[in-house]
């Protein structure tokens, strides 16, 4: 079989990979292993193409991490390894396999844990390679998108009716009668069909969330748009100017106080204005690159709706990250306190990782409406769209509350997941041990159990392969750990160029520095000789005096050297002439209310124009700081990035 040149590159590189790995445990991975796995590895790659290299050995290194966890065994034959001799792990890399595992496949009582992170780079490091994917692919996501639906609809519906009856004994969603008194109310138990256990849980995360949003109005909020694309089509300076509003959305949020720049802005388009529209725009479902796996799907909002959701996602996320119920548990903006919990679960086993699937399309609206208080559920309805349209252009009604693609996603899965796993515990400390980042879940390792069957009896579906309970190897926010050590793998995403391409400079670049700091020095060479071929001399990180001034490695061999030097006596400093990847703005003209409607999205009302700065030292009266102005007609397109030579 021929080799196309891209599987061609993606051999060279794991070779290169092998001969460190066997550079930096050559006591038990000599030249003589070396060449045996070399030869298998294309042998292998010849027969399944890079799919040995996206999608066999990934397997063979979750294997590795559910052995880790001291449940299963690694059993190399079920996996297409062939076993080393009297042993469950596989011959490939068996060398390294004996420091980690033993004859059963089950992890030692104390395992290498240098050649466990040798064996997962080498596992992992195309796993999240974004190849071309097909069409059988794309239909199996939909298809996974549309079966989600079918599931959750019964949770939807035992939820949403619990809500409806809850509302009515709370007199809160029927009118009172002409004399001021309400209507006769027959008794009903407002948790029908729902486990006596479960109402207790709800009932304390109904506690819970109506503490966190006590005092919080959701019509106080300033609308921005996202980056994403909307289903409405409108794009730049279009996405200013609203010809169209569900008369739904418009009932919490007028159009003259929340979708135009000023009453002068209403004065001057009366006539011309929207109108309600009656008939609502669905969502659109798109499917965009992810990996090797296949392609992930985004519901785009409709423009209004995107507008407004951004507005209460900066609001809600404000409040909790503040709040005194959520600030040490729940995070939106860093995954830090994951990742260290991660590590501390990995060295103590006090902390348990657990990992939600199809995490964003398994909360339903029910759900959310019986648990969210009545001050702030309404507003976050009427935002959200009930309907998404599909690539066949069908339609698909939505159970779930807000899939992936609404700003407000993201806020609500957090909150619903740790009020309902906080609710399920009054012990002090295993809430304290509850960390949520969207669906990255920690929680104590007693509570684990538990903690699954609690989610999951509320509609939640739990990926248990991936969820560390026991033994030594945790996961979180990016972060693997064992025993507290660092063992996340090197991940190859792009692919590796053969022309000019910005995303690909930069990104190579950082593979090439991971390489460097992890002593795979022949990797790095690899690298650099590809990017030196095609985009010429690379400087050295020695080469600036601040990071990130731009692209940069971590070494360049003398003779390399050849970037153009000077002095810029203007800013008193050395300067080199150097490849740098930057955005082509453009300037769109638009009317200008549209540009002051923009103008206010991005920077803020006229009274948040200034901001608190330092103390004055002489009078220690504080100081004002104006904000850094910034083009209202000037955009940059996505994936606009190009090349350019520039004095760094």
């Not at 103008?599 to 948040?608: I, K, N, V």
Request: proline residues 6%.
């Amino acid at each position: 079989m021929v080799l196309d040149k891209s599987l061609d590159d993606s051999i060279n590189l794991i070779v290169a990979l092998l001969h460190d790995i066997q550079s930096i445990r050559n006591d038990v991975f000599d030249q003589h292993a070396l060449k045996l796995t070399t030869r298998k590895l294309k042998a292998r790659c010849a027969m399944e193409g890079i799919g040995f290299l996206t999608k066999t050995l990934p397997r063979l290194g979750k294997a590795l991490d559910r052995a880790l966890l001291g449940k299963y065994p690694l059993d190399s034959v079920k996996l297409g390894f062939k076993p080393k001799q009297g042993c469950k792990y596989p011959m490939f890399m068996g060398e390294l396999f004996q420091l980690i595992l033993d004859q059963d496949g089950m992890v030692l009582q104390g395992p290498c844990i240098s050649s466990i992170k040798l064996v997962r780079d080498v596992c992992y490091c195309f796993y999240k390679y974004k190849l071309p994917y097909t069409n059988d692919q794309e239909q199996k996501v939909l298809d996974g998108f549309i079966k989600a639906e079918e599931d959750i609809r019964s949770f939807h519906v035992r939820y949403n009716t619990c809500a409806e009856i809850l509302s009515y004994n709370c007199n809160s969603i029927y009118p009172p009668c002409a004399d001021g008194t309400f209507p006769d109310q027959p008794y009903l138990d407002p948790y029908v069909e729902v486990p006596a256990e479960q109402i207790k849980v709800i009932r304390r995360a109904r506690k819970l969330l109506y503490r966190v949003f006590r005092g919080l109005d959701l019509q106080e909020i300033r609308p921005k748009h996202g980056p994403g694309t909307v289903s409405t089509g409108e794009k730049m300076s279009e996405k200013y100017c609203f010809s169209s509003v569900s008369a739904r959305l418009l009932r919490l949020y007028p159009f003259d106080a929340y979708f135009q720049a000023s009453a002068g802005h209403t004065c001057d388009t009366v006539g011309v204005a929207c109108y309600p529209n009656t008939t609502e725009v669905p969502a659109k479902v798109i499917l965009v690159p992810k990996d090797s796996r296949g392609p992930r799907l985004i519901s785009c909002e409709p423009l209004a709706n995107q507008w407004i959701q951004q507005g209460q996602m900066r609001a809600i996320v404000e409040r909790v990250e503040r709040h005194a119920l959520t600030r040490y548990n729940v995070h939106f903006t860093d995954q830090q306190p994951n990742q260290f919990g991660a590590l501390l679960g990995s060295e103590t086993g006090r902390y348990a990782t657990l990992d939600l699937k199809e995490a964003s399309d398994r909360v339903t609206v029910g759900l959310v409406r019986l648990l969210f208080p009545d001050t702030v559920y309404p507003y976050l309805a009427a935002s959200r769209s009930r309907e998404t349209q599909l690539p066949d252009g069908s339609r698909l009604k939505l159970n779930k509350f807000a899939p992936m693609g609404s700003a407000t996603c993201f806020p609500i899965l957090a909150l619903t997941v740790w009020a309902l796993l906080t609710a399920s515990t009054t012990d002090a400390d295993t809430r304290e041990g509850i960390l949520v980042y969207g669906d990255d879940v920690i929680v104590p390792a007693e509570f684990a159990e538990y903690a699954i069957e609690q989610l999951e009896s509320f509609g939640l579906k739990i990926n248990h392969d991936k969820c560390c309970v026991t033994g030594f190897f945790r996961e979180s926010c990016g972060v693997d750990a064992y025993k507290g050590r660092n063992i996340t793998p090197m991940r190859f995403r792009k692919v590796l160029p053969t022309s000019r391409c910005p995303e690909s400079y930069e990104a190579w670049i950082a593979y090439a520095n991971t390489a460097y700091d992890r002593k795979y020095f022949t990797l790095y060479e690899k690298i650099i000789d590809r990017l030196y071929d095609i985009y010429g001399p690379i400087p050295s990180v020695d080469d600036f005096v601040y990071q990130n001034e731009a692209p940069a490695l971590r070494f360049v061999p003398d003779n390399w050297r050849k970037l153009p030097r000077r002095t810029n006596k203007s800013l008193q400093k050395r300067e080199i002439r150097c490849l740098t990847g930057t955005s082509r703005p453009f300037e769109e003209l638009t009317d200008g209310w549209s540009m002051l409607n923009r103008y206010f999205a991005e920077t803020g009302r006229p009274s948040d124009s200034y901001t608190s700065g330092p103390p004055a030292p002489e009078e220690g009266a504080p100081a004002l700081s104006i904000k850094k102005a910034f083009s209202v007609s000037s955009y940059t397109k996505r994936n606009a990035l190009v090349l350019r030579y520039s004095w760094r």
